[in-house]
């Protein structure tokens, strides 16, 4: 929207331009005093919450919280903006799906290409915590040449760092967040030490899919999970309690077994003098004329603000964060700000049992195998993991609907066999491609913003990649006594819309999250990411955070930087 | 039946709920009678009949579920959950055109509204709905078989999320106090229901 720019005030472009579209909410927004649409011809000036700070962080999920501990324990100023609020877990969760609706990024996306992406309760949240209040508390290590994608495959992307650069972080987070697995993993390189916890116990889709690769040569362990299997305590976070085993990871933990942001790097930021200001959502970042930031503007309860700091990290997610890059026209040298989206490959498998199984107890993943991480016979490029899963009522019945097409006494009939249905599915790799991207529509939200279009279209190292699982996990249930099998296609995690090179020619950033455009611009969460990898991204997430975090202290001692 | 009723309500009586949870389910129960504030009289009419054969109650002859209720709230606030096929207009102009578009099918298929039509009818103007291939120039506006699979799955999601129907496929994860321990194959919990025949 260049023609749309005004000046709030001299130097600091504001290119937001509110503009309801619907009808019935402009007339609902009428009766507000301050509505949004009311031309401002003199913006009032801003208020100034505090002096400057050495840094904000904008979300507080994988990739904004631990870099947040990290900022406050080096001693630094550090504010972090969530858009969300903050929750009372113990107090408000309910053990009901639709009750727990609120933890989802809720504002309308736009989903184009041949295999659009499903949002809101899929892969995006708010709230203090960010997605990771609704993560299945999945953590897989990547596997070494999952960072090598084009040496080993001559497609894709290698990343700028190696796996020797992750291992310490992800030893050090495995501890920190009282990561509950098997030790010794059964997969990738040697570790310097096993999980802190032992595995969580298994369920039946569990031991269902555990009995069928034993008979078929496939091994298999109980996963590694951010849910702690025994009490545990951490300096700095105090005591977490057990996992109570409800089965509710995806919508939200009550108790804080689950490592989520808000009951681990959260408490430890704010520990070490870090503020947490919930509810705010950042729509301006400010430059002065040689471009650095300067600071953010923000909506708080109805109110305008700005936070002027030092140094930005940009922690919002694969969808927002180029978003905001996009509606401020920052750092978009490369051409790569929305560009190599990339969504894993997550094909779901279920089947009935004559068992019961009772698919909403334990952990939902609680069996996993990487012996698919190369397949041998593979013929397409990277490979996937596959793993048990268990499911909650309301989501497999909307899968049940949107997947099998099944209405009418049909549906309800399939559906009391609820108690009898496993499921397994892949989580694979995902090759960034041209025709899969985010934009900016021109169908503004409620705020008066642009809603982010995203296009996805598996192409065909996708399509084979999920031809090879559907068979792989066919023969499995077969094996573990599935009747009426059938497949719901789907993708999970968007990655890739702002990624690191060692380039700002076809990189956003560089192996440091640093923005090649803005000195003090840093990006961090899974926007960053190169290629999409085999496993879920939460940990790696977390990884980077911390060494990005680690790398810009490193860059504030030197007096070169 | 193949769980006996009224397990979660009784579940809903007892320590193994939480209190939010209990709120949450509770409120769905003691629900009141609903006015639409959102459709008109007649396309609410239109959206019942639609409900009715998407998720059939002839068991609850009293008290169905009330689906279109949950859809013309939604609509009303302006709710989103997060995402819509850009091949679909807005929710609001999207269910608009989806239901003018099943009555100009029935019209063009039966010669009748589709509340009049009987139920076999109305099963074979859905099914054309679903496969892209009513009758009807609204479907040049509105992408048919993803307008049908959203209103299923909006349908489908307020049905399951109602205490009755979580009694009727024997989900009591609700209640949730103290920990599951029983969590593996073939293995039950004294408040989990058996299967009756």
């Given at each position: 929207m260049p023609d749309e720019e005004e000046l709030l005030e001299e130097g600091v472009v504001s290119p937001v331009q509110p503009d309801i579209q619907d009808p019935l909410l402009r007339k609902l927004l009428k009766d507000e005093p301050a509505a949004a649409d009311t031309p401002q011809p003199q913006p009032a000036p801003l208020p100034e919450p505090g002096d400057e700070v050495d840094c904000v962080v904008i979300g507080t999920g994988a990739g904004g919280a631990p870099l947040l501990a990290r900022l406050a324990m080096a001693g630094l100023k550090v504010v972090a903006l969530e858009a969300g609020p903050r929750h009372a877990p113990r107090r408000?969760?309910?053990?009901?799906e639709q009750a727990q609706?609120?933890?989802?990024?809720?504002?309308e996306r736009l989903s184009a290409g041949k295999d659009p992406l499903s949002f809101g309760n899929n892969n995006s949240g708010t709230g203090v915590g960010g997605s990771t209040l609704h993560y299945t508390a999945y953590t897989p290590r990547v596997q070494p040449d999952d960072l090598r994608l084009r040496t080993e495959f001559g497609v894709g992307q290698d990343w700028p760092l190696g796996y020797d650069d992750l291992a310490p972080y992800y030893d050090e987070l495995e501890w920190l967040l009282g990561i509950s697995g098997p030790s010794p993993y059964p997969w990738g390189p040697a570790r310097q030490r096993g999980y802190p916890l032992p595995p969580l116990p298994l369920n039946g889709a569990a031991q269902l899919m555990q009995r069928a690769c034993e008979k078929l040569g496939i091994r298999t362990s109980p996963a590694a999970n951010a849910a702690v299997s025994a009490r545990y305590y951490q300096e700095g976070i105090g005591w977490r309690e057990a996992c109570t085993n409800r089965g509710f990871c995806q919508a939200g933990c009550s108790n804080g077994a689950k490592a989520s942001m808000d009951v681990t790097f959260i408490p430890l930021a704010e520990a070490h003098g870090a503020e947490v200001r919930a509810d705010c959502f950042v729509t301006e970042i400010e430059r002065d004329a040689q471009g650095r930031v300067t600071g953010v503007v923000y909506q708080q309860h109805g109110q305008t603000r700005r936070q002027r700091c030092r140094t930005l990290f940009l922690c919002a997610g694969a969808v927002e964060t180029p978003r905001l890059l996009l509606l401020n026209k920052l750092a978009l040298s490369s051409g790569h700000v929305g560009r190599n989206l990339m969504a894993h490959p997550g094909l779901q498998l279920w089947g009935t049992f004559d068992e019961m199984v009772r698919p909403y107890k334990g952990i939902p993943g609680g069996l996993i195998s990487?012996?698919?991480?190369?397949?041998?016979?593979?013929?397409?490029a990277g490979g996937y993991l596959l793993q048990s899963i268990g499911v909650m009522p309301v989501t497999f019945a909307s899968q049940v609907a949107r997947g099998r097409g099944l209405w009418g006494a049909g549906l309800r009939e399939y559906l009391q066999q609820y108690n009898h249905v496993a499921g397994i599915n892949i989580l694979g790799d995902c090759l960034p491609h041209a025709d899969n991207y985010l934009e900016l529509s021109d169908e503004k939200d409620s705020r008066g913003l642009p809603k982010p279009r995203v296009y996805f279209t598996n192409q065909e190292n996708e399509q084979r990649m999920n031809a090879h699982a559907e068979r792989t996990m066919r023969r499995i249930w077969e094996a573990a006594g599935a009747r009426d099998i059938w497949t719901f296609p789907r993708s999970a995690h968007v990655i890739g819309t702002c990624r690191m090179g060692r380039s700002g020619d076809d990189a956003v950033v560089d192996a440091d999250g640093r923005c090649f455009d803005v000195p003090n611009l840093y990006i961090c969460d899974n926007s960053v990411f190169p290629s999409a990898l085999s496993v879920n991204p939460a940990l790696t997430i977390m990884a980077l955070s911390l060494r990005t975090a680690d790398r810009f202290l490193e860059q504030q001692q030197r007096r070169d930087s | 039946m193949k769980y006996p009723p009224g397990t979660v309500r009784a579940l809903l009586e007892s320590p193994h709920v939480s209190e939010a949870t209990r709120a949450a389910l509770q409120e769905r129960l003691d629900a009141p009678p609903y006015q639409p504030q959102f459709f008109d009289a007649d396309t609410y009419r239109l959206l019942g009949a639609v409900c009715a054969r998407l998720l059939p109650q002839p068991d609850r002859p009293a008290g169905a579920i009330d689906l279109p209720a949950g859809i013309d709230e939604r609509l009303h606030s302006g709710k989103a959950d997060g995402w819509r096929y850009d091949a679909l207009p807005p929710d609001r102009e999207a269910y608009r055109l989806g239901l003018g578009g099943i009555q100009q099918a029935a019209q063009a298929q039966f010669g009748r509204e589709f509340a009049a039509l009987a139920a076999a009818e109305q099963d074979a103007v859905l099914q054309a709905v679903q496969a892209g291939t009513?009758?009807?120039?609204l479907w040049l506006k509105v992408d048919a078989p993803r307008f049908f699979e959203e209103l299923l799955a909006e349908a489908t999601i307020l049905y399951y999320s109602h205490p009755l129907a979580q009694e009727e496929i024997g989900?009591?994860?609700?209640?949730?106090?103290?920990?599951?321990?029983?969590?593996?194959?073939?293995t039950r919990e004294d408040r989990e229901p058996e299967e009756v025949n």
């Open positions: 408000d969760f309910a053990t009901d609706a609120f933890l989802f990024w809720n504002d990487e012996d698919t991480h190369r397949p041998r016979d593979a013929d397409f | 009513a009758p009807g120039d989900y009591v994860g609700m209640a949730d106090l103290p920990a599951w321990t029983r969590i593996g194959l073939d």
